[in-house]
């Protein structure tokens, strides 16, 4: 049930905050166990087989938190986040090592070809947050309930934001329809969903028209300059107004059920370094990546040379949690050569002026897409090859959709700013129901591709 689709946007969430708003006033003690049910529904809605693995990964890791409030054995934490790490590596890398052993001679091992259960990444990177936390005293055991709308409140469950239990458990005890800003929390979440609809349908969609064609020419064959860099730059801001208006649906979609979930971008194609774009960018990701691994591995506090290595050991892992394919583990080495260098250079106190250094953040960026998109090394190559002028040069480079969302996305305000900014009004009312009714039958009317963070 995609979040731009008819059963979601005319069905699922209606009837929702219908049941939702009904329990919270007559039975308000029934408000979480209601949103747990509608999450599992949710959930399972993509393939009811795996309703079991949600609910066992639910009921297994609260039931080692309370053992391990019982018998404080830390044992008991570090088992529970290697098995959590297995068996997403069961599911998501299994094929992926099986198929780099092969290369290796005398080896043949079988494939496992295994769907992946959609949000296995997220949800399990909640758990091993909420683990963590426990295991060093900054958390408590909460009931089963609690614990399990955590991990599957459905707004975030399927791609984010990553959410740490400090930022929600304590709201789920509010009654949100009994606030006296109840009404315009509600209207406000109504207009993130509308705007975070519009950057999907309105140009993250038009953009992957510019995508598609492009990177499946470079599989098969080399590919013109133009060619190159419409289907490069169109990706840079196609997966920013794609993952970006996901977040931005997700967020007004869970305050319209009383939840404040973080904000996961921050005009990231803005960003003076490196360093300063992973600020911006998947913001919850990069703050887990920090606190559960960067940090773990010795960060900044052992000398240059472990923090190097913590940096670039970081982004490759980050980079193979993408996806189970070379082409991402690449992508995370290059962020981790690129934030290596930075620090280096910061270390040297060496100067860099603000507009080179967006130049340089916003090349390395944009170039580094490349490996994230492409199928394969080649495909990788031959745009590339189009990209630094070494194919023919081409012609038809589709510019206009390009400008507009870099204009978007460089100049404008995040969308909860954008929201939050004008006073309610009848009129704004209207215009946002206009716009809405021109996205449902823009949906209808056209492709409508998935989130692309999904697949991961």
């Known amino acids: 049930m995609l979040f731009n689709s008819y059963a979601f946007l005319i069905v699922f969430l209606p009837a929702a905050l219908a049941l939702h708003a009904l329990v919270e006033r007559f039975q308000p003690a029934g408000r979480l166990p209601l949103l747990l049910v509608l999450s599992i529904v949710f959930y399972g809605y993509w393939d009811w087989r795996f309703i079991p693995l949600i609910i066992l990964s639910i009921v297994i890791n609260w039931s080692v938190a309370m053992l391990f409030a019982s018998t404080r054995r830390e044992s008991l934490i570090v088992i529970a986040i290697i098995a959590n790490l297995f068996v997403l590596a069961i599911f998501k890398y299994a094929d992926f090592f099986a198929g780099l052993a092969n290369m290796l001679p005398g080896v043949s091992l079988p494939k496992l070809s295994l769907a992946l259960p959609l949000g296995i990444s997220f949800f399990t990177f909640h758990h091993v947050m909420y683990l963590t936390d426990l295991k060093a005293g900054r958390t408590k055991p909460f009931d089963l309930l609690r614990y399990g709308l955590y991990i599957a409140f459905f707004p975030q469950v399927l791609a984010g934001p990553l959410v740490r239990w ?135 506090r052992h000398g240059l040379a472990v923090q190097l290595l913590a940096l670039f050991a970081t982004m490759t892992l980050g980079g193979l949690w993408h996806g189970a394919g070379l082409t991402f583990v690449a992508w995370g080495v290059a962020h981790g050569v690129g934030l290596g260098a930075g620090l280096l250079w910061r270390r040297a106190g060496w100067p860099m002026h603000p507009v080179i250094g ?83 039958l823009k949906i209808g009317d056209s492709e409508s591709y998935e989130f692309i963070y999904f697949q991961f």
């Open 166 to 300: 400090s930022e929600i458990m304590h709201q789920f005890d509010e009654r949100p329809y009994q606030r006296s800003d109840a009404a315009e929390r509600f209207a406000r979440g109504i207009m993130l969903l509308i705007v975070g609809l519009a950057k999907k349908v309105l140009i993250g969609d038009q953009l992957a028209a510019n995508v598609n064609p492009v990177f499946a020419a470079a599989e098969l064959g080399a590919v013109t300059v133009a060619q190159a860099w419409q289907g490069t730059l169109s990706f840079a801001f196609q997966i920013y107004f794609d993952f970006s208006g996901y977040t931005d649906m997700a967020l007004g979609i869970a305050l319209m059920f009383g939840i404040v979930l973080p904000q996961n971008f921050d005009r990231p194609y803005r960003a003076l370094s490196l360093q300063d774009f992973w600020r911006r960018w998947h913001m919850t990701l990069s703050r887990f990546l920090r606190d559960y691994l960067y940090i773990a591995l010795g960060g900044n």
């Open 358 to 440: 967006w130049f340089l953040t916003f090349l390395f960026v944009v170039l580094a897409w490349v490996l994230f998109r492409a199928e394969s090394f080649q495909g990788a190559l031959n745009i590339y090859e189009g990209l630094f002028g070494l194919s023919q040069l081409g012609t038809g480079f589709k510019w206009r959709t390009i400008a507009w969302a870099a204009a978007f996305a460089m100049i404008g305000p995040t969308a909860w700013v954008l929201v939050h900014k004008p006073q309610p009004h009848p009129l704004l009312a209207v215009a946002l129901a206009v716009i809405f009714i021109v996205l449902l």
